[in-house]
C-alpha cells in the first residue's frame, strides 16, 4: 500500500496543530516539540508539520510505501519518467529511519519516495539543533527542462 506524504512548514506549531486536528478530525499519531505528524486513512496521506526556521509553506512531498519491492516499482517510475533522481538511501529524517530516493518536478518541488524502517529520537542525523527538513541540497538534482503541462 502507498500514502501520499505531504510536508509543510509552519511558523506557528501548536495554532497549527489545533487547525489540522480539527480539519482531520483527529490528534496527531506522532507529535515532537518541533514537529507533528497525521496518518490519515481518509484520504490515505501522512500529513506532517514541523517548526524549523524554514519558510512557511509545502516543504516537500512525497511516496511513502511499506515494502521494498513498492519501493523499487517507485523508483522505477521516476527512471521511466525520465527525471533526475537522488538515491539517498537510508538515513534518519523527521524522526524515524527511512530508505529514500528524491527527485524534483518540472516546478522544481522536492518529491521523495520512501519506506521507513523505524523511528529515531532525533529529527535528522543532525541530531535536534538541525534546522529545517531532509530533503537534500535540491540544487544538485536536475529539474526536467522540457516538462509539459499537465
Not at 506557528?12 to 480539519?23: G, K, T
Not at 501522512?46 to 509545502?58: D, H, M
Not at 530516493?101 to 519506506?115: F, H, L, M, R
Amino acid at each position: 500500500m502507498k500514502r501520499l506524504h505531504i510536508h509543510v512548514s509552519v511558523d506557528d506549531l501548536s495554532q497549527s496543530i489545533r487547525f489540522y486536528s480539527a480539519l482531520f478530525g483527529c490528534e496527531p499519531a506522532k507529535q515532537k516539540r518541533d514537529y507533528a505528524k497525521w496518518m490519515l486513512d481518509d484520504p490515505k496521506v501522512n500529513f506532517a508539520i514541523s517548526a524549523r526556521g524554514a519558510k512557511a509553506g509545502i516543504d516537500h512531498l512525497g511516496i511513502q510505501v511499506e515494502e521494498g519491492g513498492e519501493l523499487e516499482e517507485v523508483r522505477e517510475r521516476l527512471k521511466k519518467a525520465d527525471l533526475h533522481t537522488f538515491a539517498e538511501g537510508e538515513t534518519t529524517c523527521c524522526y524515524a529511519k527511512s530508505d529514500k530516493t528524491w527527485v524534483k518536478d518540472p516546478s522544481g518541488i522536492a518529491w521523495e519516495a520512501y519506506q521507513t524502517m523505524a523511528e529515531a529520537a532525533f529529527f535528522n542525523e543532525a541530531g535536534l539543533n538541525a534546522t529545517a527538513c531532509c530533503a537534500p541540497e535540491m540544487a544538485s538534482i536536475e529539474t526536467p527542462v522540457n516538462s509539459g503541462c499537465c
